[in-house]
C-alpha cells in the first residue's frame, strides 16, 4: 500500500490541546453517570479519569458522537507546527513542534473570498466555537478560548 504527503494549513483553527479534550471527556464522564446512576459514588472522579487519560483521539471520538464533527479537522502522523495566534490574528513566539502525531481543530464555519474577509474580528471566531461548545457545556463560563486560536502548517500521512 502507497503512502502519500497530504498538505495540512490552517491559518485560523481552534486547537484541540489536552487541556481541551481533558474537558470534553470529563463531560463525556458526566454525562455517562448521569444516565447511569450507579456509576456515581466510585473514588474516581470524571476530573481525575480525564486528566489522567484523556487524549485528542478521544476527544474527537466523543465530538463525532455528539454530532459536532462537521467543522473538526484531524490528522494522525502530523508533523509540522502549531503557532498561537494574538487577538489581532498575528502570529506569537508560541510554537508547538509535532512529528508523527494525532492533532485536531475546529476551523471556521465561514471562509474568506477576495473581496470580503470571513471575519471583521478575532471575536466572531471565538463566539462562534464558544456557541458551538455551550450546546454541549462542555467549559466553564471563564474558559478562555483564545488561548487555543492557532494557525496549523504541515504534512500528514494518508
Known sequence: MNMYTYPFEKQLAFFIDQKVA???VRKDLLDE??????LAGTDITPDML???TASVC?????LQARDLDQDICYASEFAGTVTWLDKD???TVKTKD?????????????????????YNSMDEFIDEIRKL??????????FDYAANVVSISGTYLG
Not at 33 to 38: G, L, M
Not at 58 to 62: G, K, L, M, Q, R
Open 22 to 24: 481533558a474537558f470534553i
Open 33 to 38: 453517570i448521569e444516565a447511569n446512576p450507579d
Open 50 to 52: 480525564a486528566e489522567e
Open 58 to 62: 478521544d476527544a474527537v471520538d466523543i
Open 89 to 91: 490574528g498575528n502570529q
Open 98 to 118: 509535532f512529528e508523527d502525531d494525532f492533532i485536531a481543530c475546529i476551523v471556521p464555519q465561514r471562509e474568506s473570498t477576495p473581496f470580503k474577509c470571513a
Open 133 to 142: 461548545f455551550n450546546r454541549e457545556g462542555i467549559f466553564p463560563d471563564n
